[in-house]
């Protein structure tokens, strides 16, 4: 082991895993803002015969109980211990691989949104940052606790332990690549690093400064224009997502529509969550996207779509979680007998509130009241929302994590005093869940994961508040949600086998997040606040947020079909999933179903950036009748 002494504080340690003997050298380059510095490593093998060598650079402080943070990756404990989903876990002193639960982490580079390992000890915290790729081949990440002392690493090559995670309850055993030292070979090795501050919200100026360094080596080339993709989106939510019986968007639909010579019915899914995966959030997308370019059908389907929903709600008042053609309307995809998911219907009236503003409509109006009354109603004193919700008796079924975020949005925009009042109480509430760097529980297919859809909720939430009150309070929030949601972003460009789909497209995923730490693949649905971090950055003058808005829209105007045929499905399909790591599926494919909220998303920001020279802030939607009179106080429509 040779030891470097890093001239802003700290030390590195490098070592040669494997049969030397190896000569290692380093130096040391200039210091950035952030106090970053680069180390460059020059690395001999002596020995007489080829050896197997893994170069570990790693950096350790003292920690007693320690915070990790692998950008997209990991985060903190990274599962909670009540959590259902089955992913990596961090527990002190624990060792049970087989559970996914240990003191000891590594993982390949691709996973992670910024090949960097960061954490947090007693007095401060450190960093180690690299490429996804090195001259020895893929980077590693890695982590371990003793105890006493945290330590992080790079490996050259990469070391999966203490097994590999494919998305899958059983895990794969562990994995690691190999490079076979020839007798004299040297090697040019490049790490960074720097020492932290103890406010874990460190991390945002030492990522934004990283973003800029790889921003040269990481082109993104959009196939079509904005214009172009919002018209491409929209024909695929109308010709392959929409049923007019009874009014659906349908959430997925296979490429491949000759599957078993049934037009692939086998494969689509007949069913329409009312947001989330689908229904309202995207009708009102092409409701917006019919009334700009004048296509009547547009309009007719979502307006189709959004009174099915609006006239079926569920006798708790709100809306029902998902429909399916063999059984109607049921609850959200919870284990949880009759439990409605509290993101899922806070999402719905949300954008039913925005489409209001397109299309008034009385019965619109009354089902969005009748959600905002019913939540408000079983909001605790300290402005929980609750998480899961009876369908019939509207009892709160669990109040744990964030998920009532996006509550908080559709509250704030609602316009009379009372739902402003609660969106303050539970803003209060969630600030604790920001403040901690650690927002979970929006997505109901991961239980209370942390993911990047918490990030987009709590940002959708903050400026809201922002926005109605003035308040610089919540500017501050909204500010720190989007710079923990921007960790899962990718800010650099994963290297694709030249004969993957992804590889052969060039698909660049600079501007993709990555889901989840549970769902490692990129998604696009960080373009539902694309209109947020726009407004974010003017509220605060900083264009940096509106530069990974636009970002993250020229990134999913790849991959477009724009004709049937095109990446081996029709005009419109959109994939949901781009494997950018082995998980689910090998590194380099994509899902080939469509998903109704992926074409969603992007015809929602593509109309949010059409329609960026108007006032785009919600109005007071529900203090006005459909005629426009203006109502006093807390009064209903007649």
């Given at each position: 082991m ?6 802003g ?15 290692v050298e380093g ?6 803002p ?9 690395v001999?093998h002596?020995g ?5 060598g893994?170069v570990?650079v790693?950096r350790?402080?003292p920690a007693a109980?320690?915070?990790?943070l692998?950008?997209?990756l990991f ?11 089955i992913?990596p ?6 060792d049970?691989p087989e559970?996914?639960v240990?003191?000891?982490?590594g993982?390949?580079a ?10 947090w000890?007693d007095?401060g915290g450190a960093?180690?940052?690299a490429?996804e790729?090195?001259?020895?081949g893929?980077t590693?990440?890695?982590f ?13 090559p990469?070391?999966e ?5 494919y998305g899958?309850a059983?895990?794969?055993p562990?994995r690691?690549?190999?490079?076979v030292?020839q007798?004299?070979?040297t090697r040019?090795?490049?790490?960074a690093?720097c ?21 040269p ?28 019986d ?12 000759e599957v078993s010579?049934?037009?692939?019915e086998r ?5 329409m969550?009312?947001?989330w ?6 009708a009102?997308?092409l ?9 009547a ?5 979502a307006e189709?779509?959004i009174?099915?929903?609006c006239?079926?709600?569920?006798p708790?008042?709100t809306?029902w ?15 949880v007998?009759?439990a ?6 806070g999402?719905a009236t949300?954008?039913?509130l ?5 299309r008034?409509?009385?019965e619109?109006?009354?089902a969005a009241?009748s959600n ?5 109603a079983?909001?605790?004193?300290d402005?929980?929302l609750?998480?899961?919700?009876h369908?019939v008796?509207g009892e709160?079924?669990?109040?744990s ?5 996006t509550?908080?949005a ?6 009379p ?5 609660a ?21 109901e297919?991961?239980?209370l994961?942390?993911t990047?859809e918490?990030?987009y ?9 922002h926005?109605?009150?003035g ?5 501050d929030?909204a ?7 921007l ?13 993957t789909p992804l590889?052969?497209y060039?698909f660049a ?11 490692q693949?990129v998604?696009a649905?960080g373009?539902?606040c694309?209109?947020?971090?726009i ?6 003058g ?6 990974r808005a636009r ?6 105007r ?18 949901e999933?781009y494997?950018?790591?082995d998980?689910?599926?090998?590194k380099?494919?994509y899902?080939?179903?469509s998903?109704?909220?992926?074409a969603?998303?992007?015809?929602l920001?593509?109309?949010q950036?059409?329609?960026a020279?108007?006032?785009a802030?919600?109005r ?5 009748e459909p005629g ?7 009064a209903?429509?007649?």
């Open positions: 040779v030891t470097f002494r890093d001239p504080g700290g030390e590195v340690a490098v070592e040669v895993l494997g049969e030397g003997p190896f000569t130096r040391w380059g200039r210091p950035l952030t106090g970053r510095r680069e180390l460059r490593l020059t001999r002596d007489p015969v080829p050896a197997v893994t570990r790693s350790s402080l109980d320690p915070w990790w692998i950008p997209g985060y903190g404990e990274n599962r909670p211990a009540a959590c259902e989903r992913f876990r961090f527990e002190a002193g624990a049970r559970e996914m240990s003191a000891r982490w993982f390949r691709d996973r992670a949104a910024t090949p960097a390992v960061l954490a000890g007095d960093a180690l940052l490429d790729e090195s001259p020895l893929p590693g990440l890695a371990e606790h003793d105890g006493e002392r945290a330590t992080i690493a790079l490996l050259f990469y070391r332990y203490p097994v590999t995670y899958s059983p895990p794969l562990a690691a690549a190999e490079h030292w007798p004299g070979e040019v090795l490049t790490a690093t020492g932290l501050p103890a406010d874990r919200h460190a991390y945002a100026p030492l990522l934004r400064e990283d973003r800029e360094l790889r921003l080596g990481a082109p993104v080339r959009p196939w079509e224009s904005v214009e172009s993709a919002a018209d491409i989106a929209a024909d695929g939510l109308y010709r392959w997502h929409y049923d007019p009874p009014g659906v968007l349908l959430e997925t639909v296979g490429f491949d529509r010579g049934t037009n692939g494969v689509d899914r007949q069913a969550h009312v947001g995966v689908s229904g309202i959030p995207w009102a997308a409701l917006e996207h019919g009334l700009r370019t004048g296509r059908e547009h309009v007719a389907a189709r779509v009174g099915f929903v006239a079926n709600l569920s708790s008042g809306f979680g998902t429909w399916y053609r063999h059984a109607g309307w049921a609850q959200s995809w919870t284990p007998k009759d409605l998911h509290a993101r899922t219907l999402e949300l954008f039913l925005r489409a209001l503003r397109l008034p409509d009385p619109w109006a009354a009241r905002l009354d019913a939540v408000t079983r909001q605790r004193p402005g929980n609750g998480a899961l919700h369908a008796t709160v079924l669990s109040w994590g964030a998920s009532g975020l509550w908080v559709a509250l704030a925009e609602a316009g005093e009372r739902y402003l009042a969106a303050v109480r539970a803003g209060e509430y969630y600030t604790r869940f920001v403040r901690e760097e650690f927002i979970h529980g929006a997505p297919d991961v239980d994961a942390p990047s918490d990030g909720a709590a940002v959708l939430a903050y400026l809201a508040l926005r109605r009150t308040e610089r309070r919540w500017l929030l500010r720190r949600a989007a710079d923990w949601t960790t899962f972003r990718y800010t650099y460009n994963v290297r694709f086998g030249p004969r590889g052969a060039g995923t600079r501007g993709a997040d990555q889901a989840s730490p549970s769902n693949h998604h649905y373009l539902v694309t209109a947020e971090l407004e974010l950055s003017r509220a605060l900083d264009p940096y947020y509106a530069e970002e993250s829209l020229a990134c999913f790849q991959l477009l079909p724009a004709a049937d045929g095109d990446v081996n499905g029709y005009r419109g399909m959109i994939t999933r494997y950018q790591t998980c689910f599926q090998p380099g494919m899902l080939t179903l998903h109704a909220w992926s969603g998303v992007l015809l920001a593509c109309e950036v059409l329609a020279s108007r006032d802030r919600p007071a939607l529900l203090e006005r426009g009179r203006k109502l006093s106080g807390d209903q429509p007649a």
